[in-house]
Every structure is written in structure tokens, then in C-alpha cells.
């Protein structure tokens, strides 16, 4: 997974966070060859605001594909995996934070049903994780997105595999 994704003291963190029950990461492969990613984030929220207008919810981080492998569907289907066992595991909705200036990935989330809160931006922080294993922390504005999942969620989940 490092060998195709870098980020060594990221999955480290997300591991030992998995480990502790405080979330889980979803890993896409093609050929054994590690291609995206997602962390779902089931511990409270860093931000203030998430916790006060959505005690609970569970968060979906660091979604990415491999800059060769994008616009294959890789990223939905993280994301439908993600959906998919929330809804098992009993959560109703689901939440994201986009950057303010990432349109494509904004788009994305749109397509798959996710509406902006209207609660406005949020300061977050980005961790930048380095190849040498340290990370940078860097201010980020995002916009937050939520979707409900429930019962269209599996009539969606079953066109997804139809055909």
C-alpha cells in the first residue's frame, strides 16, 4: 500500500486509529497494486461546528486515486464501500469536507448525492504527510458535505452492479 501511495506515517496514524475502534480505512487494489483509498472517521469530529451541527456523524477523509487511475470510477466506488457499510453498521448520514477550490472532486460528491450544509465553510487543518514520515500542517477552508443514507441508498447500490 506505502509502495503505491506513499505516505507512511498517514496509514500508520489511520492503522493504530482502526485499531482502536476510532474508524476504518478502505483500500482500492488492481492487481495487488494499491490505486485510492478513503479513511472513515467514526470518532467525534475535530471541528467544533461538525459537533455541534452534526453530533455523531460519521466523516469520510483523504479520499484519492492515483493521478493515473482517476475518472475510472475508483473514487465512487470508495465511496459507495464507505455508504455501504455506514448504513450496515446503522448510521444514517455521512459527512465530508472538500477544500474551496477542489471543483472536480466537489462535482463528485454532488453526483453521488451529497448537498452542502448551510452552515457555511469550516477552518480545518490539512496534514501534509511528507516522504521522510514527518507531515505538515496547513490551514484549509472547506465546504462541508452530507449525504442521508437510507433506503434509496440500496436501490442505488443495486444499479450500481446492474448491466
Given at each position: 500500500?506505502?509502495?503505491?501511495?506513499?505516505?507512511?506515517?498517514?496509514?500508520?496514524?489511520?492503522?493504530?486509529?482502526?485499531?482502536?475502534?476510532?474508524?476504518?480505512?478502505?483500500?482500492?487494489?488492481?492487481?495487488?497494486?494499491?490505486?485510492?483509498?478513503?479513511?472513515?472517521?467514526?470518532?467525534?469530529?475535530?471541528?467544533?461546528?461538525?459537533?455541534?451541527?452534526?453530533?455523531?456523524?460519521?466523516?469520510?477523509?483523504?479520499?484519492?486515486?492515483?493521478?493515473?487511475?482517476?475518472?475510472?470510477?475508483?473514487?465512487?466506488?470508495?465511496?459507495?464501500?464507505?455508504?455501504?457499510?455506514?448504513?450496515?453498521?446503522?448510521?444514517?448520514?455521512?459527512?465530508?469536507?472538500?477544500?474551496?477550490?477542489?471543483?472536480?472532486?466537489?462535482?463528485?460528491?454532488?453526483?453521488?448525492?451529497?448537498?452542502?450544509?448551510?452552515?457555511?465553510?469550516?477552518?480545518?487543518t490539512e496534514v501534509i504527510y511528507r516522504p521522510d514520515g514527518g507531515h505538515e500542517l496547513r490551514p484549509e477552508l472547506c465546504r462541508i458535505m452530507v449525504r442521508q443514507l437510507g433506503e434509496d441508498h440500496s436501490e442505488k447500490s443495486d444499479d450500481r452492479h446492474a448491466g
Amino acid at each position: 500500500m506505502v509502495r503505491s501511495l506513499g505516505q507512511w506515517a498517514y496509514f500508520s496514524d489511520r492503522l493504530t486509529r482502526q485499531d482502536a475502534g476510532h474508524g476504518f480505512l478502505l483500500v482500492a487494489w488492481e492487481r495487488g497494486v494499491a490505486v485510492g483509498d478513503v479513511y472513515v472517521w467514526l470518532a467525534p469530529a475535530e471541528e467544533p461546528e461538525l459537533r455541534v451541527h452534526l453530533p455523531g456523524v460519521a466523516l469520510l477523509t483523504h479520499l484519492e486515486v492515483l493521478p493515473r487511475r482517476r475518472n475510472r470510477g475508483i473514487g465512487s466506488e470508495l465511496l459507495w464501500s464507505a455508504e455501504e457499510r455506514l448504513f450496515a453498521i446503522g448510521h444514517e448520514q455521512v459527512a465530508l469536507g472538500v477544500g474551496l477550490d477542489n471543483f472536480a472532486a466537489r462535482r463528485l460528491y454532488r453526483r453521488r448525492g451529497y448537498i452542502e450544509w448551510p452552515h457555511g465553510e469550516v477552518a480545518t487543518t490539512e496534514v501534509i504527510y511528507r516522504p521522510d514520515g514527518g507531515h505538515e500542517l496547513r490551514p484549509e477552508l472547506c465546504r462541508i458535505m452530507v449525504r442521508q443514507l437510507g433506503e434509496d441508498h440500496s436501490e442505488k447500490s443495486d444499479d450500481r452492479h446492474a448491466g
